[in-house]
């Protein structure tokens, strides 16, 4: 049986059915999706795919990211084969990044986390360099600083749109909360790394990879916490 009658046997249980090449970027588009459409179930890089009894990705193709955002389907079925990826699937994931709200709030989010970094480096330069004031204190009042812009910056840009459950004290704790819990994982991360042979910098980056996911995701779903708007990707 060649794959393109596997894929028809199984559309007679599943309206969708996935091939996907390789078991861990599977895994792994998965957990990224996720982080700005957690209702993703499924790679929306899988090169073939089988829809509601057509096929796509050979002759004809549409959006596979599209269909798993907007949960399009009723049952799924995956199947393990070693084709080639399509670069289209990247950029289809991109489009529906920009056309739905949970994309612009990933975009406005990672704007916000940067300015964050700068305005961190920029608080602790005039603390400690022009004003002289103790390094320590200088980097806890720049962190404290960034922190509340930050805040400030998603509460009424990132995530305008939403109406919030939340009161403004009680989210700006919350925040405060979920940053340092995440600087404590970078640390946590940075130390056990030390222990390798893996660079200083590399471990450092690692880490605050780690502390951004953690950020992202617990800043979306329990900080700005609401109900949202409809994705209309």
Same mark, same amino acid.
């Given at each position: 049986?060649?794959?393109?009658?596997?894929?028809?046997?199984?559309?007679?249980?599943?309206?969708?059915?996935?091939?996907?090449?390789? +078991?861990?970027?599977?895994?792994?588009?998965?957990?990224? &999706?996720?982080?700005?459409?957690?209702?993703?179930?499924?790679?929306?890089?899988?090169?073939?795919?089988?829809?509601?009894?057509?096929?796509?990705?050979?002759?004809?193709?549409?959006?596979?990211?599209?269909?798993?955002?907007?949960?399009?389907?009723?049952?799924?079925?995956?199947?393990?084969?070693?084709?080639?990826?399509?670069?289209?699937?990247?950029?289809?994931?991109?489009?529906?990044? +920009?056309?739905?709200?949970?994309?612009?709030?990933?975009?406005?989010?990672?704007?916000?986390?940067?300015?964050?970094?700068?305005?961190?480096?920029?608080?602790?330069?005039?603390?400690?360099?022009?004003?002289?004031?103790?390094?320590?204190?200088?980097?806890?009042?720049?962190?404290?600083?960034?922190?509340?812009? &930050?805040?400030?910056?998603?509460?009424?840009? &990132?995530?305008?749109? *939403?109406?919030?459950?939340?009161?403004?004290? *009680?989210?700006?704790?919350?925040?405060?909360?979920?940053?340092?819990?995440?600087?404590?994982?970078?640390?946590?991360?940075?130390?056990?790394?030390?222990? &390798?042979?893996?660079?200083?910098?590399?471990?450092?980056?690692?880490?605050?990879?780690?502390?951004?996911?953690?950020?992202?995701?617990?800043?979306?779903?329990?900080?700005?916490?609401?109900?949202?708007?409809?994705?209309?990707?």
């Amino acid at each position: 049986m060649n794959l393109k009658e596997e894929i028809e046997e199984k559309m007679k249980k599943c309206d969708l059915v996935l091939v996907c090449p390789n +078991k861990a970027v599977e895994r792994l588009a998965i957990f990224l &999706t996720k982080l700005v459409f957690p209702p993703v179930e499924y790679s929306p890089l899988s090169p073939i795919f089988g829809y509601k009894g057509k096929i796509y990705g050979i002759s004809e193709d549409r959006n596979l990211a599209r269909i798993l955002i907007r949960r399009e389907y009723e049952s799924a079925c995956v199947l393990h084969r070693k084709i080639e990826y399509r670069k289209n699937r990247l950029s289809d994931v991109w489009y529906a990044v +920009k056309k739905s709200e949970s994309g612009k709030i990933f975009v406005k989010y990672a704007i916000v986390s940067v300015s964050g970094i700068l305005f961190n480096m920029l608080f602790f330069s005039i603390f400690y360099g022009f004003l002289k004031i103790w390094d320590i204190l200088s980097l806890s009042l720049a962190i404290e600083l960034s922190i509340i812009l &930050t805040f400030l910056l998603n509460n009424y840009w &990132t995530f305008s749109r *939403r109406k919030f459950k939340k009161s403004l004290v *009680r989210r700006m704790l919350s925040y405060h909360v979920v940053l340092l819990v995440g600087t404590l994982i970078n640390i946590l991360v940075y130390y056990l790394l030390s222990f &390798t042979s893996l660079n200083y910098l590399l471990s450092d980056f690692v880490g605050i990879v780690i502390a951004s996911i953690w950020n992202l995701y617990m800043v979306d779903v329990h900080v700005f916490f609401a109900y949202k708007p409809k994705d209309n990707p």
